[in-house]
């Protein structure tokens, strides 16, 4: 009996974790399929006509304006660029839009099997269904590789190793491809990397932060590693809302993209009496020079494309935390008025003032009287 019963509850989870695999995969391929046609559409516009020729790089620029105020997601003037060059370079994917989904092509590739470019020797080694295989986030790292057979190189590895998307980057970034060239036994190579490999799963599938916007999510959600780390950062904006010394709350886990990639701030405050932004970020681990140069880099980024004019240049408060100790560190941009700096250490909660918080939050809940 206890047999059977094993098997019910063997045959559910295998249900569950197929079915929660094929959800993860149609989200990512829908969200390929979408930024894929977005740049098709910008592509079929600019051919049509001499007298758009003209605009040449308005168009995307203006087509940005344009979106933001409807509130479609990923729609920058740089991603519009990025999904523009994306179908420059995967034109075939054309061939895999099901006929559900051909009455969002423009109109003049209604007849698509036409306009597509014959398939390169190379390209046809990979296969067709790539779509359902790769997550926009992989070809965004694939489109910027300009040699095609070391593009198609790393599409093939991808797929035949199930790689996610940060083992992706790191094989590229180890130079596998130009690895593979010099090496006597390429197999042996390549099955002793898919050996280590991170593999994709469901859920990294689900949490990349495209999806999380495509699918209006908040990235609170995406970002919250564990739910210590989510009590604590609620616990430290309540205290640094009380402490009664101007800081405004504006945000929690506020996503930036820095370059390609997405980074994400614990908590943003604006100080209404400094008259600046105020970041912070939580660490559950000891202190080390990368915690307060990424810090740096966030603090950085605010001054150059958030400070408004009027505004002082924003202010960063790391925060590290063990078992029993706690280190905060400070992190300025820019800020070369020592008038300004000792206004800021007057309004700015104490370092002991803050460590004393954080180290009564992190005592262990069997340890409190």
Not at 50 to 70: M, N, Q, S
Not at 305 to 314: I, L, R
Request: net charge neutral; with cysteine; hydrophobic share 35%.
């Amino acid at each position: 009996m206890e047999k059977d019963f094993q098997k019910l509850v063997i045959a559910i989870q295998q249900v569950h974790e197929e079915l929660k695999a094929q959800t993860g995969k149609a989200i990512n391929m829908s969200l390929t399929l979408r930024n894929w046609l977005i740049g098709c559409h910008i592509a079929e516009y600019e051919l049509k006509g001499a007298d758009r020729a003209e605009y040449g790089k308005e168009i995307v620029k203006e087509l940005a304006i344009r979106l933001k105020p409807l509130k479609i997601s990923n729609c920058n003037r740089r991603q519009l660029y990025d999904y523009l060059r994306f179908y420059r370079i995967y034109p075939q994917i054309v061939r895999t839009v099901s006929a559900q989904f051909k009455f969002l092509l423009p109109e003049s590739i209604n007849h698509y099997s036409e306009k597509v470019p014959t398939p390169s020797a190379q390209s046809t080694l990979v296969p067709e269904n790539r779509i359902t295989r790769l997550s926009y986030s992989m070809f965004k790292l694939l489109v910027d590789i300009d040699d095609e057979t070391k593009r198609h190189f790393y599409e093939m590895e991808c797929i035949k190793g199930n790689w996610s998307v940060r083992e992706l980057t790191r094989q590229i970034n180890s130079l596998y491809y130009e690895r593979s060239g010099l090496s006597a036994n390429k197999n042996k190579l390549s099955k002793d990397l898919n050996r280590k490999a991170e593999i994709q799963d469901s859920q990294i599938l689900i949490r990349d932060p495209y999806v999380f916007e495509f699918l209006g999510l908040k990235s609170k959600e995406l970002m919250s590693e564990s739910h210590l780390e989510d009590q604590l950062l609620d616990r430290l904006q309540d205290f640094l809302l009380e402490l009664g010394h101007g800081f405004c709350f504006e945000a929690r886990q506020k996503r930036v993209l820095i370059g390609d990639s997405h980074y994400f701030v614990d908590l943003v405050f604006y100080h209404r009496i400094l008259k600046c932004h105020v970041l912070v970020e939580l660490k559950l681990e000891e202190f080390n020079h990368s915690n307060i140069g990424q810090l740096n880099t966030y603090v950085s980024w605010f001054d150059q494309n958030v400070k408004t004019d009027g505004d002082n240049p924003p202010i960063g408060i790391l925060l590290c935390t063990k078992k029993d100790h706690a280190l905060v560190e400070y992190a300025i941009a820019g800020m070369d008025n020592h008038l300004f700096v000792s206004k800021y250490q007057l309004e700015l909660p104490k370092k002991e003032e803050m460590q004393r918080f954080m180290e009564e939050q992190i005592i262990p809940e069997g340890d409190h009287q």
